[in-house]
Protein backbone atom coordinates (compact mmCIF):
# COMPACT_ATOMS: atom_id res chain seq x y z
CA UNK A 1 0.00 0.00 0.00
CA UNK A 2 1.52 3.47 -0.93
CA UNK A 3 1.27 5.90 1.52
CA UNK A 4 0.61 9.81 0.77
CA UNK A 5 4.37 10.45 0.81
CA UNK A 6 5.26 7.66 -1.74
CA UNK A 7 2.51 8.57 -4.33
CA UNK A 8 4.23 12.28 -3.99
CA UNK A 9 7.25 10.77 -4.84
CA UNK A 10 6.21 8.26 -7.67
CA UNK A 11 4.23 11.41 -9.15
CA UNK A 12 7.42 13.53 -9.06
CA UNK A 13 9.73 11.40 -10.62
CA UNK A 14 7.37 10.47 -13.69
CA UNK A 15 6.58 13.99 -14.45
CA UNK A 16 10.98 14.38 -14.00
CA UNK A 17 11.42 11.51 -16.24
CA UNK A 18 8.85 12.92 -19.11
CA UNK A 19 10.14 16.67 -18.69
CA UNK A 20 13.61 15.05 -19.50
CA UNK A 21 12.37 12.85 -22.58
CA UNK A 22 10.24 15.95 -24.06
CA UNK A 23 14.03 17.93 -24.09
CA UNK A 24 16.51 15.09 -25.07
CA UNK A 25 14.03 14.45 -27.71
CA UNK A 26 13.29 17.20 -28.95
CA UNK A 27 17.28 18.75 -28.44
CA UNK A 28 18.03 15.09 -30.85
CA UNK A 29 15.14 16.57 -33.57
CA UNK A 30 16.50 20.03 -33.35
CA UNK A 31 19.99 18.89 -33.95
CA UNK A 32 19.13 16.01 -36.52
CA UNK A 33 16.81 17.84 -38.88
CA UNK A 34 19.63 20.84 -38.89
CA UNK A 35 21.76 18.26 -40.19
CA UNK A 36 19.77 16.08 -42.37
CA UNK A 37 17.01 19.16 -43.74
CA UNK A 38 18.46 18.40 -47.49
CA UNK A 39 17.14 14.83 -47.50
CA UNK A 40 13.49 16.33 -46.86
CA UNK A 41 13.70 19.12 -49.11
CA UNK A 42 15.20 16.85 -51.69
CA UNK A 43 12.26 14.55 -51.69
CA UNK A 44 9.32 17.45 -51.16
CA UNK A 45 10.91 19.33 -53.76
CA UNK A 46 12.26 22.65 -53.81
CA UNK A 47 9.98 24.78 -55.80
CA UNK A 48 9.17 26.58 -52.62
CA UNK A 49 4.94 26.13 -52.84
CA UNK A 50 3.17 25.88 -50.06
CA UNK A 51 2.08 22.38 -51.47
CA UNK A 52 5.79 21.77 -51.16
CA UNK A 53 6.00 23.11 -47.94
CA UNK A 54 3.36 21.35 -46.40
CA UNK A 55 4.82 17.84 -47.82
CA UNK A 56 7.83 18.39 -46.56
CA UNK A 57 6.39 18.82 -42.79
CA UNK A 58 4.31 16.27 -43.26
CA UNK A 59 7.23 13.91 -44.01
CA UNK A 60 9.15 15.46 -41.15
CA UNK A 61 6.57 15.03 -38.42
CA UNK A 62 5.88 11.58 -39.82
CA UNK A 63 9.32 10.16 -39.84
CA UNK A 64 10.24 11.57 -35.94
CA UNK A 65 7.22 10.22 -35.13
CA UNK A 66 8.12 6.72 -35.92
CA UNK A 67 11.50 7.21 -34.77
CA UNK A 68 10.08 8.26 -31.01
CA UNK A 69 9.90 4.92 -30.18
CA UNK A 70 13.47 4.03 -31.35
CA UNK A 71 14.96 6.84 -29.26
CA UNK A 72 12.68 5.79 -25.90
CA UNK A 73 14.32 2.24 -26.30
CA UNK A 74 17.96 3.46 -26.70
CA UNK A 75 17.80 6.79 -24.22
CA UNK A 76 14.79 5.39 -21.80
CA UNK A 77 17.48 3.48 -19.36
CA UNK A 78 19.73 6.39 -18.81
CA UNK A 79 17.15 8.93 -18.59
CA UNK A 80 15.00 6.77 -15.61
CA UNK A 81 18.15 6.68 -13.82
CA UNK A 82 19.34 10.60 -14.53
CA UNK A 83 15.30 10.93 -12.81
CA UNK A 84 16.06 9.58 -9.93
CA UNK A 85 19.02 11.33 -9.01
CA UNK A 86 17.42 14.66 -9.82
CA UNK A 87 14.47 13.73 -7.66
CA UNK A 88 16.62 12.50 -5.02
CA UNK A 89 18.36 16.08 -5.23
CA UNK A 90 15.13 17.79 -5.24
CA UNK A 91 13.98 15.92 -1.87
CA UNK A 92 17.41 16.86 -0.61
CA UNK A 93 17.50 20.50 -1.71
CA UNK A 94 14.20 20.98 -0.31
CA UNK A 95 15.01 19.25 3.40
CA UNK A 96 12.20 16.91 2.64
CA UNK A 97 14.11 13.91 3.65
CA UNK A 98 14.92 15.26 7.19
CA UNK A 99 11.08 14.81 8.46
CA UNK A 100 10.91 10.90 7.93
CA UNK A 101 14.56 10.60 9.42
CA UNK A 102 13.25 12.60 12.62
CA UNK A 103 10.18 10.03 12.39
CA UNK A 104 12.72 7.00 12.83
CA UNK A 105 11.85 6.00 9.04
CA UNK A 106 15.04 4.95 7.18
CA UNK A 107 16.25 6.98 3.90
CA UNK A 108 16.40 3.44 2.22
CA UNK A 109 12.66 3.74 2.73
CA UNK A 110 12.53 5.69 -0.58
CA UNK A 111 13.44 2.99 -2.64
CA UNK A 112 9.93 1.88 -2.70
CA UNK A 113 7.96 4.31 -4.55
CA UNK A 114 11.23 4.91 -6.90
CA UNK A 115 12.15 1.36 -7.63
CA UNK A 116 8.34 0.53 -8.67
CA UNK A 117 8.34 3.55 -10.92
CA UNK A 118 11.42 3.11 -12.61
CA UNK A 119 9.88 -0.42 -12.74
CA UNK A 120 6.73 0.44 -14.32
CA UNK A 121 8.45 2.48 -16.86
CA UNK A 122 10.99 -0.55 -17.48
CA UNK A 123 7.66 -2.17 -18.49
CA UNK A 124 6.58 0.47 -20.61
CA UNK A 125 10.21 -0.07 -22.16
CA UNK A 126 9.67 -3.65 -22.76
CA UNK A 127 6.37 -3.10 -24.15
CA UNK A 128 8.16 -0.35 -26.61
CA UNK A 129 10.69 -3.52 -27.50
CA UNK A 130 8.39 -5.99 -27.83
CA UNK A 131 5.05 -4.93 -29.52
CA UNK A 132 6.00 -1.22 -31.14
CA UNK A 133 9.25 -1.83 -32.53
CA UNK A 134 8.72 -4.58 -34.31
CA UNK A 135 5.41 -3.52 -36.23
CA UNK A 136 7.85 -0.22 -37.18
CA UNK A 137 10.36 -1.69 -38.38
CA UNK A 138 9.72 -0.80 -42.00
CA UNK A 139 9.39 2.81 -41.26
CA UNK A 140 12.57 2.85 -38.85
CA UNK A 141 14.46 1.69 -41.91
CA UNK A 142 12.84 4.80 -44.10
CA UNK A 143 14.98 7.10 -45.16
CA UNK A 144 14.57 10.98 -44.26
CA UNK A 145 11.64 12.34 -46.34
CA UNK A 146 10.57 9.63 -48.40
CA UNK A 147 8.21 6.49 -47.57
CA UNK A 148 9.54 3.75 -49.26
CA UNK A 149 12.24 1.65 -48.09
CA UNK A 150 16.20 2.55 -49.63
CA UNK A 151 16.99 -0.38 -51.68
CA UNK A 152 20.04 -2.20 -50.41
CA UNK A 153 22.63 -4.46 -52.07
CA UNK A 154 22.82 -8.10 -50.73
CA UNK A 155 25.55 -9.41 -48.84
CA UNK A 156 26.19 -12.68 -49.76
CA UNK A 157 25.42 -15.42 -46.86
CA UNK A 158 25.78 -18.94 -45.91
CA UNK A 159 22.86 -20.86 -45.30
CA UNK A 160 24.13 -22.98 -42.35
CA UNK A 161 20.63 -24.97 -42.63
CA UNK A 162 20.96 -25.81 -45.71
CA UNK A 163 24.68 -27.56 -46.00
CA UNK A 164 26.47 -24.12 -46.69
CA UNK A 165 24.21 -23.03 -49.51
CA UNK A 166 25.36 -19.81 -51.00
CA UNK A 167 22.69 -16.13 -51.24
CA UNK A 168 23.73 -13.83 -53.42
CA UNK A 169 21.89 -11.39 -55.81
CA UNK A 170 21.57 -7.93 -57.03
CA UNK A 171 19.58 -6.19 -54.73
CA UNK A 172 16.57 -6.45 -51.97
CA UNK A 173 13.58 -4.47 -51.51
CA UNK A 174 13.10 -4.61 -47.82
CA UNK A 175 9.08 -3.57 -48.02
CA UNK A 176 8.53 -6.49 -50.35
CA UNK A 177 10.88 -8.70 -48.91
CA UNK A 178 12.27 -9.71 -52.32
CA UNK A 179 15.29 -10.50 -53.51
CA UNK A 180 15.98 -9.28 -57.23
CA UNK A 181 17.63 -11.98 -59.31
CA UNK A 182 18.23 -13.87 -56.80
CA UNK A 183 21.40 -17.06 -56.30
CA UNK A 184 21.56 -20.00 -54.66
CA UNK A 185 24.40 -22.22 -54.83
CA UNK A 186 24.78 -25.15 -53.87
CA UNK A 187 28.00 -28.08 -53.26
CA UNK A 188 27.48 -31.44 -53.01
CA UNK A 189 26.21 -32.70 -49.71
CA UNK A 190 23.68 -34.88 -48.32
CA UNK A 191 20.83 -32.43 -49.35
CA UNK A 192 22.59 -33.40 -53.56
CA UNK A 193 24.31 -35.70 -55.40
CA UNK A 194 26.15 -32.43 -57.57
CA UNK A 195 26.36 -29.02 -57.11
CA UNK A 196 23.63 -27.26 -58.72
CA UNK A 197 23.11 -23.35 -58.91
CA UNK A 198 19.31 -21.62 -58.82
CA UNK A 199 18.34 -18.50 -60.74
CA UNK A 200 15.96 -16.95 -61.09
CA UNK A 201 13.98 -13.29 -61.41
CA UNK A 202 13.06 -12.71 -58.08
CA UNK A 203 13.06 -14.81 -54.78
CA UNK A 204 10.69 -13.80 -52.07
CA UNK A 205 10.18 -14.10 -48.74
CA UNK A 206 7.86 -16.55 -46.90
CA UNK A 207 7.12 -16.20 -43.11
CA UNK A 208 5.71 -19.57 -41.30
CA UNK A 209 1.83 -19.16 -40.64
CA UNK A 210 0.47 -19.73 -37.42
CA UNK A 211 -0.80 -23.42 -37.94
CA UNK A 212 2.29 -24.62 -39.83
CA UNK A 213 0.92 -24.94 -42.85
CA UNK A 214 3.48 -22.58 -44.34
CA UNK A 215 7.17 -23.10 -43.53
CA UNK A 216 9.86 -20.50 -43.71
CA UNK A 217 11.93 -19.71 -46.57
CA UNK A 218 11.90 -18.27 -50.02
CA UNK A 219 10.20 -18.60 -52.93
CA UNK A 220 12.08 -18.40 -56.34
CA UNK A 221 9.75 -17.26 -58.99
CA UNK A 222 10.46 -17.62 -62.88
CA UNK A 223 13.73 -19.55 -62.68
CA UNK A 224 16.49 -18.61 -65.39
CA UNK A 225 18.65 -21.50 -64.78
CA UNK A 226 16.61 -24.82 -63.36
CA UNK A 227 18.77 -27.86 -62.41
CA UNK A 228 17.52 -31.76 -62.82
CA UNK A 229 15.00 -32.71 -59.70
CA UNK A 230 16.80 -35.69 -59.88
CA UNK A 231 20.18 -34.70 -58.58
CA UNK A 232 18.20 -34.18 -54.52
CA UNK A 233 18.21 -36.48 -52.47
CA UNK A 234 15.47 -37.89 -50.47
CA UNK A 235 16.31 -34.61 -48.02
CA UNK A 236 16.85 -32.41 -50.19
CA UNK A 237 13.66 -32.99 -52.07
CA UNK A 238 11.89 -32.37 -48.63
CA UNK A 239 13.93 -28.67 -48.62
CA UNK A 240 13.63 -27.97 -52.40
CA UNK A 241 10.45 -28.31 -53.71
CA UNK A 242 9.84 -27.88 -57.26
CA UNK A 243 6.61 -26.62 -58.85
CA UNK A 244 5.32 -28.84 -61.21
CA UNK A 245 2.81 -26.18 -62.75
CA UNK A 246 4.96 -23.57 -62.54
CA UNK A 247 8.66 -21.94 -63.53
CA UNK A 248 9.48 -22.12 -59.28
CA UNK A 249 10.55 -23.58 -56.66
CA UNK A 250 10.43 -22.82 -53.02
CA UNK A 251 13.59 -23.86 -50.29
CA UNK A 252 12.78 -24.25 -47.01
CA UNK A 253 15.62 -22.15 -44.59
CA UNK A 254 15.69 -20.56 -41.50
CA UNK A 255 17.92 -17.85 -42.60
CA UNK A 256 15.93 -14.19 -41.99
CA UNK A 257 15.63 -11.80 -44.74
CA UNK A 258 17.17 -9.10 -42.56
CA UNK A 259 20.72 -11.01 -42.57
CA UNK A 260 20.45 -10.57 -46.39
CA UNK A 261 21.75 -6.86 -45.94
CA UNK A 262 23.52 -5.46 -42.83
CA UNK A 263 24.51 -9.07 -41.85
CA UNK A 264 21.51 -8.49 -39.45
CA UNK A 265 22.91 -5.37 -37.85
CA UNK A 266 19.56 -4.63 -37.20
CA UNK A 267 19.09 -6.67 -33.55
CA UNK A 268 17.07 -3.74 -31.99
CA UNK A 269 14.31 -3.94 -34.26
CA UNK A 270 13.34 -7.62 -33.36
CA UNK A 271 11.25 -9.00 -31.06
CA UNK A 272 12.86 -11.63 -28.28
CA UNK A 273 10.85 -14.45 -29.64
CA UNK A 274 12.42 -13.44 -32.85
CA UNK A 275 16.00 -13.15 -31.52
CA UNK A 276 15.08 -17.04 -29.87
CA UNK A 277 14.31 -18.46 -32.74
CA UNK A 278 17.47 -17.33 -34.79
CA UNK A 279 19.13 -18.41 -32.03
CA UNK A 280 17.52 -22.14 -31.84
CA UNK A 281 17.56 -22.25 -35.84
CA UNK A 282 21.45 -20.64 -36.23
CA UNK A 283 21.74 -20.47 -39.87
CA UNK A 284 24.37 -17.92 -40.20
CA UNK A 285 27.62 -19.46 -38.39
CA UNK A 286 28.48 -18.61 -34.73
CA UNK A 287 29.50 -15.22 -35.31
CA UNK A 288 25.78 -14.12 -35.70
CA UNK A 289 25.31 -16.08 -33.44
CA UNK A 290 27.10 -14.41 -30.59
CA UNK A 291 25.58 -11.26 -31.36
CA UNK A 292 22.03 -12.29 -30.69
CA UNK A 293 22.77 -14.16 -28.08
CA UNK A 294 24.64 -10.67 -26.29
CA UNK A 295 21.35 -9.36 -27.17
CA UNK A 296 18.68 -11.19 -26.10
CA UNK A 297 20.78 -11.68 -22.33
CA UNK A 298 20.94 -7.53 -22.80
CA UNK A 299 17.53 -7.37 -22.81
CA UNK A 300 17.14 -9.47 -19.71
CA UNK A 301 19.84 -7.51 -17.51
CA UNK A 302 18.55 -4.30 -18.85
CA UNK A 303 16.11 -3.59 -16.18
CA UNK A 304 18.10 -5.19 -13.35
CA UNK A 305 20.62 -3.37 -13.58
CA UNK A 306 18.41 -0.04 -14.18
CA UNK A 307 16.90 -1.00 -10.54
CA UNK A 308 20.64 -1.56 -9.10
CA UNK A 309 21.58 1.57 -10.36
CA UNK A 310 18.64 3.54 -8.28
CA UNK A 311 20.30 1.60 -5.28
CA UNK A 312 23.52 2.73 -5.41
CA UNK A 313 22.14 6.77 -6.08
CA UNK A 314 20.49 6.50 -3.32
CA UNK A 315 23.19 6.46 -0.70
CA UNK A 316 25.15 8.47 -2.91
CA UNK A 317 23.01 11.72 -2.88
CA UNK A 318 21.72 11.46 0.77
CA UNK A 319 24.87 10.91 1.79
CA UNK A 320 25.86 10.45 5.63
CA UNK A 321 29.03 12.89 5.35
CA UNK A 322 28.75 15.44 2.59
CA UNK A 323 29.55 18.91 2.39
CA UNK A 324 27.65 20.03 -0.53
CA UNK A 325 25.05 18.27 -2.66
CA UNK A 326 26.09 19.35 -5.95
CA UNK A 327 29.57 17.43 -5.21
CA UNK A 328 27.33 13.84 -4.21
CA UNK A 329 25.28 14.42 -7.52
CA UNK A 330 28.92 14.57 -9.45
CA UNK A 331 30.59 12.07 -7.62
CA UNK A 332 26.95 9.91 -8.21
CA UNK A 333 26.92 10.75 -11.56
CA UNK A 334 30.68 9.76 -12.25
CA UNK A 335 29.88 6.42 -10.04
CA UNK A 336 27.09 5.40 -12.43
CA UNK A 337 29.28 6.51 -15.61
CA UNK A 338 32.32 3.77 -14.68
CA UNK A 339 29.76 1.09 -14.05
CA UNK A 340 28.26 2.19 -17.66
CA UNK A 341 31.45 1.94 -19.21
CA UNK A 342 32.43 -1.25 -17.85
CA UNK A 343 28.96 -2.77 -19.30
CA UNK A 344 29.75 -1.42 -22.49
CA UNK A 345 33.45 -2.86 -22.12
CA UNK A 346 31.79 -6.54 -21.31
CA UNK A 347 29.57 -6.30 -24.36
CA UNK A 348 32.48 -4.97 -26.70
CA UNK A 349 34.01 -7.96 -25.08
CA UNK A 350 31.34 -10.53 -25.47
CA UNK A 351 31.09 -9.34 -29.05
CA UNK A 352 34.93 -10.01 -30.13
CA UNK A 353 34.41 -13.34 -28.54
CA UNK A 354 36.72 -12.67 -25.59
CA UNK A 355 33.84 -13.31 -23.00
CA UNK A 356 30.90 -15.95 -23.49
CA UNK A 357 27.88 -13.97 -24.23
CA UNK A 358 26.09 -14.91 -21.13
CA UNK A 359 28.92 -13.72 -18.88
CA UNK A 360 29.62 -10.52 -20.88
CA UNK A 361 25.84 -9.48 -20.27
CA UNK A 362 25.76 -10.41 -16.26
CA UNK A 363 29.03 -9.24 -15.35
CA UNK A 364 27.75 -5.66 -14.90
CA UNK A 365 24.57 -6.95 -13.31
CA UNK A 366 27.08 -8.86 -10.40
CA UNK A 367 29.33 -5.76 -10.09
CA UNK A 368 26.43 -3.32 -10.05
CA UNK A 369 25.10 -5.54 -7.14
CA UNK A 370 28.56 -5.32 -5.29
CA UNK A 371 29.15 -2.40 -5.38
CA UNK A 372 25.30 -1.41 -4.17
CA UNK A 373 26.11 -3.79 -0.92
CA UNK A 374 28.85 -1.53 -0.59
CA UNK A 375 27.53 2.06 -0.97
CA UNK A 376 24.62 1.23 1.71
CA UNK A 377 26.86 1.89 4.58
CA UNK A 378 27.31 5.28 3.55
CA UNK A 379 23.52 6.20 3.67
CA UNK A 380 22.64 9.55 6.03
CA UNK A 381 20.38 8.35 8.45
Same mark, same amino acid.
Given at each position: MLTTFDKYVTRRLLHTFVLLFIAAYGLFVVIDLFMNIEAFQDVAGKAGSPADNQQ??????????????????????????????????????SSETFPLLAAGIPTFRLLRPLLLSAAF???????????AIPTLAIQLQTPRGSRSVEIHRVEPVYDYTNAMMLISGERVLVESQTIVNPSFSMLESHLNTQPFVLKAETARFVEPTAGGKT???? &????????????? +???? @??????????????????ELSFDELYKRGQNLHLLSSSQLVHRIRNASTGSMPLRGQSMALHSRITRPIICLLSITIALPLVIRRESTSLITN??????? &?????GI?????? +???? @?????DLAAWLPVIVSSIASTWTSAIVQT
Amino acid at each position: MLTTFDKYVTRRLLHTFVLLFIAAYGLFVVIDLFMNIEAFQDVAGKAGSPADNQQMFLRIGEYYFYHLFEFFELAGPILIVVSVIAVLGLLQKSSETFPLLAAGIPTFRLLRPLLLSAAFLNLALVANQELAIPTLAIQLQTPRGSRSVEIHRVEPVYDYTNAMMLISGERVLVESQTIVNPSFSMLESHLNTQPFVLKAETARFVEPTAGGKTRRGY &LLQKLTDQPDPSI +LTDE @GRKRFIFSPRSNNVFIASELSFDELYKRGQNLHLLSSSQLVHRIRNASTGSMPLRGQSMALHSRITRPIICLLSITIALPLVIRRESTSLITNMAVCAAV &LGVFYGIGQGCQL +LGTA @GLLEPDLAAWLPVIVSSIASTWTSAIVQT
